[in-house]
């Protein structure tokens, strides 16, 4: 058994949407809560974090090195783990110290990270290697919290969470959720491999072409596999993903951001960010408006959290 740290507040709840499947004159919707895993604001890296770090503290680690976004969630959440266990952080991130650090940034200071500025990000992968050998040097254990939280150690926390998930509610037709480095899809995809899920896991994409993301969430799912027990092969044929929303580009936000981040907030007082459940969401309104799914189908949105996002200068003044 991988070692797991005990620090997200489970199971998340599930809730129903009505009035928001009123409003689309669509399926029945519900929606996964992991914008409340209870630490710092929240988020799906909590739950990663707790394999990811325990596997630090098993080896031995002072210090966890990871890297992101400026507005990056997985930033703050390995920030605050980090400070809940008793290590020290450090954060590489592309771009320029803010005299005001908003959103993210300005937690990840509360949280007590240290930080490395990089100009661009073609520089990071060395800033993160210098960073972790200066560490070494200082005799610090340093452990590297992968990008996004997604490795096949990461990857395990969302096999964990479907199960969670099938112990609550009858299984849903439809997972829908926003995918991005991998990690949650990879989990989401072996578990419902492992614990025999007939309904379709779908992962709308943030960033990245659906080949290129498919590939990564199957290679993932498969070494994850070997973590619990037996090897599973996933192949790219049996992942699902929609990359009709990622064309913007990360973090660009548009009027599809934008209507579902207003929708899911007055149609049931429910704060999405603008960065990822947002783009998710909007994916699965258009995917709705266009008939994809059957009236008597159950969809559930797994929210992701990210809503300090929402407090950054960057997106703030765009999804108003
Ligand atoms: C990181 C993140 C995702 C994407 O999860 P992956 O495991 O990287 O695919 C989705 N939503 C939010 C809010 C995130 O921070």
Redesign the pocket.
């Known amino acids: 058994m991988s070692p797991r740290l005990k620090i997200a507040h489970l199971p998340t709840v599930i809730e129903v949407l009505p009035r928001l499947s009123k409003t689309l004159g669509g399926p029945r919707l519900l929606v996964k809560r992991d914008d409340q895993t209870g630490l710092a604001f929240g ?3 909590t739950r990663k974090l707790e394999f990811l770090l325990a596997e630090a503290q098993e080896q031995g680690a002072h210090t966890v090195i990871t890297a992101g976004a400026l507005q990056s ?2 930033c703050r959440q390995t920030a605050a783990a980090a400070a809940r266990v008793g290590l020290d952080c450090i954060l590489v991130l592309v771009g320029q110290p803010p005299d005001q650090p908003t959103g993210n940034l300005l937690l990840n200071q509360l949280l007590g990270a240290d930080f490395v500025w990089v100009d661009r990000v073609e520089q990071r992968d060395d800033a993160l290697q210098e960073t972790y050998a200066a560490a070494l040097e200082k005799g610090r254990h340093p452990y590297l919290v992968p990008y ?3 490795n096949p150690t990461g990857a395990l926390a969302y096999v964990f969470a479907m199960q969670e998930m099938l112990e609550q509610i009858e299984p849903p037709d439809w997972i829908v959720f ?8 990879a989990g989401l995809v072996l578990g419902a491999n492992r614990f025999n899920f007939q309904g379709q896991v779908l992962g709308i994409s ?1 960033d990245e072409p659906q080949d290129v993301l498919r590939a990564r969430v199957a290679a993932l799912a498969t070494a994850a596999s070997e973590k619990i027990g037996e090897k599973i092969a996933i192949s790219p044929d049996e992942v699902l993903v929609n990359d009709d929303f990622c064309q913007p580009g990360y973090g660009v936000l548009t009027e599809v951001e934008r209507e579902a981040v207003q929708m899911f907030a007055r149609s049931e007082g429910m704060l999405l ?1 603008p960065v ?2 947002g783009r998710a969401a909007g994916g699965l309104i258009s995917l709705i408006r266009q008939g994809f799914f059957k009236p008597d189908q159950t969809v559930l949105f797994w929210n ?3 809503q300090p996002a929402l407090f950054s200068d960057k997106y703030c003044s765009v999804i108003r």
């Open positions: 988020g799906n890296k969630n997985h996004g939280g997604s926003a995918s991005s480095s991998g990690g949650t899809q943030i960010d990822y459940t992701t959290g990210g």
